[in-house]
C-alpha cells in the first residue's frame, strides 16, 4: 500500500466511524426528554424512584428510601453511587430528574468505550479492529437503546471495563518489576472492581470469575515453567487477590445491610437476595434451553442476520496464527459474553436490558477478529469477507432496533404517567398513595412524586387490599391518604369511604382513581 494512499483511507476510517456515532448521540439527546414511560418502565422508574427521594447525607445513601411498598421506606438493593449522582446533578443544575438520569446514564455508556478500547490496545489490536468495535457499538441494538435508559446498566459496566483494564496493566511486566506503580495499580483495581460490585454485581462477577481464573493460570503456569519461584509468584499475585477477596467482602456486608432493611418492611421478606436466589440464577433447563441460547444469544446479541457471518469470522480468526494476544483477547471477552447466560439464565432470559453488562464482550472479540485479518499478509479476499460480515452485523443490530425498540422511544404518554399527572395535581405533596392491581410497579408513585403502597402480589399472612384500607396508617406511617388507585381489584367501599372520604372519583382507562378529601377539609 502506498504512503499516498493512506490519509484517503484515514478519511474513510474516519467517516466510517463518525457517521453511525453521530447518528447514536443525535437519537440518545432528541428521546432524552422522554417519561420514563419506555420498555421496562417498571425497572427504570424504580431507580428513579429511589433519586426522587435521596435523602442528604451518608445515612440517607446507606439506607436509602424507595417507598413503594409502604413503611419502613427502604427496600435497597444496589448501592446507589447512580441514583445520587442523578440526584445531586439534578438538584444542582436544575435539571428535571428523569432527563437528568437519561444523560447521565449516555455518559456513562459513552464513557465505557475508554477502557474497552484500552483493552483492544494492551493486546495489540490495531487500527482495524478498534475501527471495527467503534462501529459495532454505535450501531448496537442494545446500546442504541439501554444507554439512554434510567438504570443503573452503562455505570456498573464502565467500572467492569475499568477494573479489567487496570488488571490488563498489572499483568504487563514492565508493571510488575516496578513496585511503586504495581501498589498503585491494584489498588486502583480494587477500588473500580469494589465500585462495580456495589453498583451492579450481577455485572461485574464474570469479570471478577476471570480474574480469579488467570491469577490461577499464572500461579500454575510460572511454576512449572520455572520462570519464577512458588514463593515469589504467590507474592507478587496475593496482592491482587486480598484486593479481589476485600471487594467480595464489602459486596457481602452490603448484602447482608440490604436484606435486613429489607426485613423491617413486611413486603421485603420475598425480596432478600436468599429470596431472590431463584429468580437469578435461573433453572438448570433454562442454561440449556432454546429461550436462551437462541432468544438471547442468537436473536438479542447476535441478530438472525448477522450471527452466522459474525460466528464464522471469529472461528475463522481462531484458527490463525497472529502475533499478540489476539487469541487471549478473544478467548477471554467470549468467555466474559457467554459466562452471564449461563450464571444469571432467568435475568437474561427475562429482561432485555441484561445484555447490556456482557455485550461489549461480544462486540470486543468480533473486533479482535476482524483486526486478525488485516495484517499484510492477509489475502485480499479473506478482508473483502471479514469487512461483508461486519456489514451484516451492523444491518441486524439496525433491523433489530428499528422491529424491537425504536416505536417506544417515541411514544410520549402512557396510562401510569396521565394518573401520576393527576394525582400530583391534585393531593398534598407530602401524602402518600394506595396502589392496588400494579404488581409492586413504581411507575404511579413516581409520576406522580408520592410515597405509595403499591400492593404487591405474593401474599403476606395477616395483610391483603382490605386490611390496607381499614389501617393505613400502618403502611404509609406519618403520611395522610392522598388517593387510592385501583386496577379492576374490588375493594372495601365501607373501608375506602372512611378512611379516603374521596371529594373526586376519576376514571382512566380501566384504573379508578378515587382523591382523598383531606382530614382538615371534613365536616
Known amino acids: 500500500m502506498s504512503s499516498a494512499s493512506k490519509p484517503y483511507l484515514s478519511a474513510i476510517a474516519i467517516t466510517l466511524i463518525t457517521t453511525p ?4 448521540v443525535i437519537f440518545w439527546l432528541s428521546t432524552i426528554n422522554q417519561p420514563l414511560i419506555d420498555q421496562f ?11 426522587l427521594f435521596m435523602q442528604p447525607g451518608l445515612g440517607g445513601i446507606l439506607n436509602y428510601q424507595t417507598p413503594v411498598l409502604g413503611i419502613p421506606w427502604a427496600i435497597p438493593f444496589e448501592f446507589p453511587l447512580f441514583q445520587w449522582l442523578a440526584a445531586f446533578i439534578s438538584r444542582t443544575l436544575l435539571i428535571n430528574l428523569s432527563s437528568c438520569g437519561r444523560l447521565l446514564s449516555i455518559i456513562f455508556g459513552i464513557a465505557c468505550i475508554g477502557p474497552a478500547l484500552g483493552l483492544l490496545h494492551i493486546f495489540g489490536i490495531r487500527k482495524a479492529g478498534k475501527t471495527c468495535f467503534l462501529l459495532l457499538y454505535f450501531s448496537s441494538a442494545i446500546y442504541l437503546y439501554w444507554n439512554r435508559s434510567f438504570m443503573i446498566e452503562t455505570t456498573a459496566l464502565f467500572f467492569s471495563l475499568l477494573s479489567l483494564y487496570v488488571y490488563s496493566l498489572i499483568r504487563i511486566p514492565a508493571a510488575q518489576t516496578d513496585w511503586r506503580q504495581y501498589t498503585i495499580l491494584t489498588i486502583v483495581f480494587g477500588l473500580f472492581i469494589t465500585v462495580g460490585l456495589l453498583v451492579k454485581a450481577t455485572t461485574v462477577l464474570p469479570s471478577l470469575l476471570l480474574v480469579a481464573l488467570d491469577l490461577g493460570w499464572q500461579l500454575v503456569s510460572s511454576t512449572s515453567q520455572h520462570h519464577c519461584s512458588m514463593r515469589s509468584t504467590v507474592i507478587r499475585l496475593l496482592p491482587i487477590a486480598i484486593a479481589a477477596l476485600l471487594a467480595l467482602l464489602l459486596l457481602k456486608t452490603w448484602t447482608h445491610h ?11 421478606s420475598k425480596l432478600t437476595s436468599d ?3 431463584g429468580w437469578n440464577y435461573g433453572t438448570i433447563g433454562q442454561r440449556f434451553s432454546a429461550d436462551l441460547w437462541v432468544g438471547v444469544l442468537f436473536e438479542r446479541m447476535l441478530t438472525p442476520i448477522g450471527a452466522i457471518p459474525t460466528t464464522l469470522l471469529t472461528l475463522a480468526a481462531l484458527r490463525l496464527n497472529r502475533p499478540g494476544g489476539h487469541r487471549f483477547c478473544m478467548l477471554a471477552c467470549i468467555g466474559l459474553a457467554l459466562i452471564p447466560l449461563i450464571i444469571f439464565s432467568n435475568l437474561h432470559i427475562v429482561h432485555t436490558y441484561y445484555q447490556a453488562a456482557n455485550q461489549i464482550f461480544l462486540l470486543l472479540a468480533i473486533s479482535t477478529a476482524f483486526d486478525g485479518f488485516f495484517q499484510v499478509w492477509t489475502p485480499r479476499w479473506q478482508q473483502v469477507g471479514s469487512i461483508a460480515a461486519i456489514i451484516l452485523f451492523m ?8 422491529k424491537i425498540y425504536l416505536k417506544s422511544s417515541t411514544i410520549q404518554s402512557s396510562e401510569r404517567l396521565e394518573i401520576g399527572k393527576i394525582i400530583q395535581q391534585k393531593t398534598n405533596p407530602q401524602a402518600a398513595i394506595i396502589v392496588f392491581g400494579d404488581d409492586w410497579s413504581s411507575e404511579i408513585a413516581y409520576h406522580s ?4 403502597l403499591t400492593m404487591p402480589p405474593w401474599s403476606i399472612a395477616g395483610i391483603n387490599e382490605d386490611i390496607a384500607l381499614q389501617h393505613p396508617d400502618q403502611f404509609l406511617g406519618g403520611s395522610s391518604l392522598g388517593a387510592v388507585i385501583t386496577n379492576q381489584v374490588p375493594i372495601d367501599s365501607k373501608s375506602l369511604k372512611r378512611n379516603c372520604p374521596y371529594k373526586e372519583m376519576i376514571s382512566q382507562n380501566q384504573w379508578q382513581i378515587y382523591i382523598c378529601q383531606e382530614k382538615t377539609h371534613q365536616s
Open 258 to 268: 440490604a436484606d435486613v432493611l429489607k426485613t423491617l418492611n413486611p413486603f421485603g
Open 275 to 277: 429470596a431472590l436466589s
Open 395 to 402: 444491518l441486524g443490530n439496525y433491523q433489530q432496533f428499528s
Open 449 to 452: 412524586q408520592r410515597r405509595s
Open 21 to 24: 456515532a453521530i447518528a447514536a
Open 41 to 51: 418502565a417498571f425497572r427504570q422508574t424504580q431507580t428513579a424512584l429511589t433519586a
